[in-house]
């Protein structure tokens, strides 16, 4: 089993920034790529960035060039940089992983205030 466990989720005004982690901790073995999800009141859970243990990246299109993620593979943690934040990034963020087995974390909330 993996566990996933985020931070740094908050409130924040439009145009601010915030970092999300997620520390993996378990079979981390199990992992390949690490990344991130999101889902708004009434919305689909949708990727936001995915980046596998080689550093290959994957973004949504609506947050290419605000959002940057990164991974550090000796402390199992995956890292997601949000600037320009705007209302509609307004969502529940779940870390989760891909390789052997699929896991979620419990989320972490993200409110960007206009």
């Known amino acids: 089993q993996v566990r996933l466990v985020e931070s740094g989720g908050g409130l924040v005004q439009a145009g601010g920034s915030l970092r999300l982690s997620c520390e993996a901790s378990g079979s981390t073995w199990r992992i390949n790529a690490m990344g991130w999800y999101r889902q708004a009141p009434g919305k689909q859970r949708e990727l936001v960035a995915f980046i596998a243990r080689g550093g290959s990246t994957t973004y949504a299109d609506s947050v290419k060039g605000r959002f940057t993620i990164s991974r550090d593979n000796t402390a199992n943690t995956v890292f997601l940089r949000m600037n320009s934040l705007k209302p509609e990034d307004t969502a529940m963020y779940y870390c989760?992983?891909?390789?052997?087995?699929?896991?979620w974390g419990q989320g972490t909330q993200v409110t960007v205030s206009s």
């Open positions: 989760n992983t891909d390789g052997i087995g699929d896991y």
